[in-house]
């Protein structure tokens, strides 16, 4: 059972940078293709980006240019580097595992496992 924790988080002002990670123990997750999602109050859980095993990147349109996501498979975590930060960008950031990627990387309910998440808020 893979265990997926997720830091990074704070409090920080509009245009900042932040960068989050996943550190994932229990198993490996070289070999799966890994998201992040974010959920604002009174939203849904909505795809932020996702990479796949060999690295190939895939961003929501709404932060494309913003945003990075990567991997280091040696110490088995994921990182998404957030640059330029809106106050539309508040929300909890979940990282997110897919065992058995069919293609659907925008779909939440096709990854295994989830971290508890980790806060992200910008003020103006």
């Known amino acids: 059972q893979v265990q997926l924790v997720e830091s990074g988080g704070g409090l920080v002002q509009a245009g900042d940078s932040l960068r989050l990670s996943c550190a994932a123990s229990g198993g490996s997750i070289s070999t799966y293709f890994m998201g992040w999602f974010r959920q604002a109050p009174g939203k849904e859980r909505e795809f932020v980006a996702a990479?796949?095993?060999?690295?190939?990147?895939v961003y929501a349109d709404s932060v494309k240019d913003r945003i990075t996501i990567s991997r280091d498979n040696g110490k088995n975590t994921v990182y998404l580097q957030m640059n330029s930060l809106k106050r539309s960008d508040t929300a909890i950031y979940y990282c997110?595992?897919?065992?058995?990627?069919?293609?659907?990387?925008?779909?939440?309910?096709?990854?295994?496992?989830w971290g508890q998440g980790t806060q992200v808020t910008v003020s103006s």
């Open positions: 997110a595992a897919d065992t058995n990627y069919v293609g659907r990387y925008y779909n939440k309910y096709d990854y295994d496992y």
């Open positions: 990479i796949r095993s060999g690295a190939g990147t």
